[in-house]
């Protein structure tokens, strides 16, 4: 089993920047395919990106790319979220996710492990 810790996130006018940082405890996690999701108020929690274990493949959604970057440092049982260019439509509380699959998926129903979320909010 793994623990997942969330962490970066804050307040950034649309256009900023912002690195988010999941990370998690159990010697496993290398084994594990980790995504981003996030919630908007009023809105269904959506998948953004996610990363195999190797950090060799990604999937993004279609609203970030070309704008987030999805990295992992195995040795620091670590997973990042850099956030270019954000728009106030990034806002909303962001989740990490993790489980073992043989490549990135999509569907939050395929994730056993969560974290507790952290808060991004773009001011327009």
């Known amino acids: 089993q793994v623990q997942l810790v969330e962490s970066g996130g804050g307040l950034v006018q649309a256009g900023g920047s912002l690195r988010l940082s999941c990370t998690a405890s159990?010697?496993?996690?290398?084994?594990?395919?980790v995504a981003w999701f996030r919630q908007a108020p009023g809105k269904e929690r959506e998948f953004v990106v996610g990363?195999?274990?190797?950090?060799?493949?990604?999937k993004y959604a279609d609203s970030v790319k070309g704008r987030f970057t999805i990295s992992r440092d195995n040795a620091k049982n670590t997973v990042y979220l850099q956030m270019n260019s954000l728009e106030a439509e990034d806002t909303g509380v962001y989740y990490c996710?993790?489980?073992?699959?043989?490549?990135?998926?999509?569907?939050?129903?395929?994730?056993?492990?969560w974290g507790q979320g952290t808060q991004v909010t773009v001011s327009a």
């Open positions: 990363i195999n274990q190797s950090g060799t493949s990604t």
């Open positions: 159990g010697r496993s996690f290398s084994t594990y395919v």
């Open positions: 996710a993790g489980d073992v699959h043989i490549f990135v998926v999509t569907s939050q129903g395929l994730y056993a492990f």
